[in-house]
């Protein structure tokens, strides 16, 4: 899927993510990655970075449907697990009854092999052509990516929405709604102190948490 990308390599990605974050860049991003060696790798380094609040960094989720895969190496064709080492984005379509990974460079920061999918661009055109949610198709696996993306960008909005909430108006909200209204009507200003009913005055102390 490199063609007509800016970005293609897991390398050129990481670069790219440091380029955004040294900019201090203000828009909401996603980073993904791929579920195979040099995608994890590059993963990992990217995590260590010094990440803002506009950004998240995943990976490809791990699926039950790859650890029993057919591969291609060495020892000749075996099942293994390909988690984690072979599962590029190609790997989420519909592969038909006999796809295969092909084992080639090793990784020495993951101490595995990378593995590629054979006829992955095959897989891709396939996908590219499809004009509706065609019922013969696998959607499965790119709805669990998908999923994970928008659940992902959910969390995000959450996160913006309390963080203005605290800072314009002081006041937390545990719930999402409860807070996108408080952003939009900012409650009444909590008082110092109470007085009851016989004249002695309490301090009140407004407590921010963050779930």
Excluded: H
């Amino acid at each position: 899927m490199d063609e007509g990308y800016p970005f293609s390599g897991t390398g050129n990605l990481y670069n790219f993510t440091r380029g955004l974050i040294s900019i201090a860049v203000q828009n909401n991003i996603i980073i993904l990655y791929d579920n195979d060696a040099e995608g994890v790798s590059s993963y990992n380094k990217t995590a260590k970075l010094n990440i803002p609040g506009t950004m998240r960094v995943l990976k490809l989720p791990d699926l039950p449907a790859f650890e029993q895969f057919n591969t291609i190496g060495p020892g000749g064709a075996l099942q293994a697990n390909i988690n984690g080492s072979g599962a590029a984005i190609e790997c989420y379509l519909d592969l038909g009854p006999t796809p295969a990974v092909r084992w080639n460079s090793f990784n020495k920061d993951l101490q595995v092999y990378q593995g590629v999918l054979e006829n992955k661009e095959s897989y891709a055109r396939t996908f590219y052509a499809l004009k509706s949610a065609d019922s013969g198709y696998d959607f499965s696996k790119i709805e669990v990516v998908l999923d994970l993306i928008f659940s992902t960008c959910v969390a995000m909005k959450e996160s913006l929405l309390f963080d203005s909430l605290e800072a314009e108006t002081g006041y937390y909200a545990e719930d999402p709604d409860e807070a996108e209204k408080a952003v939009a009507e900012p409650p009444a200003s909590t008082p110092a102190a109470q007085t009851d009913d016989s004249g002695t005055v309490t301090p009140v102390a407004l407590t921010l948490n963050r779930v």
